[in-house]
């Protein structure tokens, strides 16, 4: 049996108001509409809802189970209804989003304290993952969108992608590392030392070759682990400050330590060029995304600009 809801909450909104010309006004209709579609719910139902009399509108015995049921069916359909309003203007939904490591920690967490200032209703889900748990969630549509190295997914005709701007790295360690008291090193110098980083996809591998001795390749995953393997940038930084490890950041990342000391630059013999990669934002072609998404992209672009001046 089909019960069109509308007369549900007809009948709710008359056994509150215990009268027909009060209950009509309240629902903004006229009292022959509400007697007809309390008739017709009537019908529909095959029983009889309420007792009429000239004071009063009571729910019959019968009527009181129905109406009881129908009150929680009114309610969860008003707050389905309030819930779909927040999310199609971009004021409610839970918003779930990955960011490799990197992005994670220049644009993506600063760009979420953003939105939530700007939106405190906002329902976020951030996630931090290297290279390929972010993919690996973004394709079987356990998040919105995800931002990290896009190079690699030009190519996937069944992923969106809006590139960010590039992400130009240095070489650092701890102030105190062993390699600074050396007037020039080499790369077996160099080698000596382990690598602290998040896992990268295969076309990064030029980070680390030559440089890193414990490198290896994922073959069953497709990408390169470093001596220390880490889904955290937070960790790195510590790692780094309390080891003699090296690791990859850009200049924003590390400013706080090098101003402290406790950081310090590794300028690498035979690379000439800095450590780059092409941030930017991916999601399923086939997925809509909300309102709050896009507001929340913009800022993360926002972000990246600034970071590029």
Same mark, same amino acid.
């Given at each position: 049996m089909e019960i069109d809801l509308k007369l549900l909450q007809y009948a709710v909104t008359l056994s509150r108001h215990r009268h027909f010309g009060r209950a009509a006004a309240a629902l903004g209709v006229s009292q022959p509409t509400l007697s007809?579609?309390?008739?017709?719910?009537?019908? *529909?139902?095959?029983?009889? $809802? /309420?007792?009429?009399?000239?004071r009063d509108v009571v729910a019959t015995p019968a009527g009181d189970d129905v109406l009881n049921m129908a009150d929680e069916l009114v309610a969860r359909a008003e707050a389905i209804s309030h819930r779909l309003e927040l999310v199609r203007d971009g004021r409610g939904g839970r918003l779930r989003v990955v960011a490799g490591t990197y992005a994670?920690?220049?644009?993506?967490?600063?760009a979420?304290?953003?939105l939530i200032n700007a939106n405190p209703s906002i329902r976020l889900e951030l996630l931090e993952r290297e290279w390929a748990a972010a993919l690996a969630l973004?394709?079987?549509? *356990?998040?919105?969108?995800? $931002? /990290?190295?896009?190079?690699?997914?030009?190519?996937?005709p069944a992923l969106r992608v809006e590139s960010l701007g590039e992400f130009r790295g240095r070489y650092f360690c701890r102030s105190g590392h062993p390699l600074l008291r050396k007037a020039t090193f080499d790369v077996e110098d160099v080698r000596r030392y382990p690598f602290v980083m998040p896992g990268m996809p295969r076309h990064q591998a030029g980070m680390l070759e030559g440089l890193d001795a414990g490198a290896t390749q994922d073959a069953s995953r497709g990408f390169i682990l470093p001596s220390i393997a880490v889904s955290s940038f937070r960790t790195v930084r510590e790692i780094v400050?309390?080891?003699?490890?090296?690791s990859v950041a850009h200049p924003s990342q590390i400013s706080d330590g090098l101003a402290t000391k406790r950081f310090a630059v590794l300028d690498m013999p035979t690379r000439r060029r800095a450590p780059v990669a092409e941030f930017?934002?991916?999601w399923k072609r086939e997925r809509t995304l909300p309102p709050a998404a896009r507001s929340l992209i913009a800022i993360i672009r926002r972000r990246m600009r600034a970071i590029g001046r």
């Open positions: 007809r579609n309390i008739a017709a719910l009537e019908k *529909q139902l095959g029983m009889r $809802v /309420f007792e009429r009399s000239h994670f920690d220049i644009a993506v967490q600063p979420a304290i953003d973004m394709m079987t549509d *356990q998040v919105d969108f995800a $931002v /990290f190295d896009v190079e690699a997914l030009r190519s996937m400050a309390g080891t003699d490890a090296i930017g934002v991916a």
